[in-house]
């Protein structure tokens, strides 16, 4: 806790450093001091617009991981679906985001579904493909003992397979965490009339710099506790995977 | 399902016309094998000969491909199999008890939990049965995995190197339980260790050469299972070192 409180003072130390280095200026780099008054003063509609931002999160991951899972489990469960689908997967992650970001403002709409999709489609890679690795590298050694208790395949999927593949769908999860908020924002910017995205356009247009800067903050700060939350979640649920880099004797 | 009867009079299994090739090795051309109804047979040989192979062939993990895998009757033997590997292969996310319940949760059958329980209590894991595997030292892993073995009570069991992760004390521990455990069922075990075919081998047969023969060796007189001391045990012992670094 006291190493986090310190690089907190460091960064904030090295933030006043810079914007009296520069000269003070508030509409290109403001103080810490600003931007929490800011904060404060914009508090109501940072809540509003932070509330909808973080609806489209959470909808994108939900969405995202929810067809990342399905479509892991069809490419492991059907070998056409492996052979033909799979490429188009990864071929839709060398398009931008920011590229079909339009298009999809286009086709939904400037309101919250258009945001929720491109959260949903930039979420929906990192899981599909950690937990599809997953479910691919099962000990063969399991499977032959399963072999031999006559297990069905469908029993083998869910006793052995999916289990074994959580570790690696939870490694998809914290990335997708991560990138959530991307997806929303950047679907914010293209085309929207609510959500933190807009607000920082808004703000950046009129030169009202600390208030784009609060808003970051609360981006930020949405973000890393929604990694921290899904990450405390999925050390609850798989308590059987340990973390050996956390162990004493893990850097020997 | 075996019933208690096959155990009863677990059938012998025989190996005929085996052919295996990985890759561009050929590991067996018209390979015969048999192991005798009841009895333990040990597989030696050399890493890489064929060991694993030919128990994965009897176990019906790798195509038999032409071969005949079944026993003396002409009947195949598949269901009538259970395998222990050389990993304890348990699973990290079940409890000690689930894990040997593991061949009835695949298989979707309820029941059996007393079952496990008291092979748990017999194979000296009484109280264990509610932890995690990652509690266990690598001996009580090994004795789980005999649990789960026994518990699905098949006629004939193959063992890969079932102990050789462990210690040789616990090593010694292991191979009385398995005796006084797996006793009147056809027992097929690979290993490396000579002293391991001795004490527990009621034949024993080196597998050598590419492709691989299976040669039985000759085994002292002493009682079954065969005490690690005893002078025939450590007589042969030398003569099984000798013949296999020839």
């Not at chain 2, 695949?106 to 329980?117: T, Y």
């Not at chain 2, 490396?192 to 080196?206: K, M, N, S």
Request: proline share 7%.
């Amino acid at each position: 806790m006291s190493r986090r409180l310190v690089a907190v003072a460091v960064l904030l130390g090295l933030w006043t450093l810079a914007w009296a280095g520069a000269g003070q200026m508030e509409f290109i780099l403001p103080p810490p001091w600003r931007v929490a008054a800011a904060l404060w003063d914009n508090r109501e509609l940072l809540a509003e617009h932070g509330a909808i931002t973080l609806a489209e999160i959470l909808l994108g991951l939900g969405c995202g991981a929810g067809l990342g899972v399905l479509a892991a489990l069809s490419l492991a469960l059907w070998r056409p679906a492996a052979l033909w689908l799979w490429p188009l997967f990864v071929a839709t992650q060398a398009l931008p985001v920011f590229a079909i970001a339009p298009l999809l403002v286009l086709w939904l709409g400037y309101g919250m579904a258009s945001k929720v999709a491109m959260a949903a489609l930039i979420i929906f890679f990192p899981v599909a493909s950690a937990f599809y690795d997953g479910l691919r590298r099962t000990d063969p050694d399991l499977l032959d003992l399963a072999r031999t208790m006559n297990a069905p395949p469908l029993a083998v999927l869910r006793h052995l397979r999916v289990p074994a593949a959580l570790p690696g769908l939870a490694s998809g999860l914290k990335v997708g965490a991560a990138v959530a908020p991307i997806g929303a924002v950047v679907g914010e910017w293209v085309g929207s009339s609510a959500g933190l995205g807009f607000l920082m356009l808004h703000a950046n247009a009129r030169l009202q710099v600390p208030l784009m800067f609060a808003a970051l903050f609360l981006l930020a700060a949405m973000a890393i506790l929604l990694h921290a939350a899904i990450a405390a979640g999925l050390r609850r649920a798989l308590p059987w995977v340990h973390d050996t880099l956390d162990q004493p004797h893990a850097r020997d | 399902m075996p019933d208690s009867a096959l155990i009863a009079a677990p059938p012998a299994v025989r190996v005929r016309g085996a052919h295996v090739r990985l890759g561009r090795a050929t590991v067996f051309d018209d390979l015969a094998f048999s192991a005798e109804a009841g009895r333990f047979t040990g597989i030696l040989g050399p890493s890489g000969v064929g060991k694993t192979t030919l128990l994965k062939l009897i176990a019906g993990l790798l195509p038999a491909d032409g071969a005949f895998i079944g026993d003396e009757r002409g009947n195949r033997l598949s269901g009538c199999i259970a395998w222990m590997a050389q990993k304890d292969l348990l699973l990290p996310w079940l409890t000690v008890a689930e894990n040997v319940r593991l061949g009835a949760r695949l298989r979707g059958e309820p029941g059996g939990r007393d079952k496990a329980r008291a092979l748990l209590a017999a194979v000296g894991l009484e109280g264990r049965a509610d932890d995690r595997p990652d509690t266990l030292s690598g001996g009580q892993r090994q004795r789980v995995a005999l649990a789960r073995t026994l518990m699905e009570d098949r006629p004939v069991v193959l063992m890969d190197e079932p102990f050789s992760a462990v210690d040789p004390l616990t090593r010694i521990g292991l191979q009385d339980l398995a005796a006084r455990m797996l006793a009147g069922r056809t027992v097929v075990f690979v290993t490396h260790d000579p002293l391991e075919a001795l004490r527990l081998g009621h034949a024993v047969f080196v597998l050598s050469g590419a492709p691989a023969t299976a040669r039985p060796i000759p085994l002292p007189a002493d009682a079954w299972p065969r005490a690690a001391d005893a002078p025939g045990v450590l007589a042969a012992q030398a003569e099984i070192l000798r013949a296999l670094a020839s």
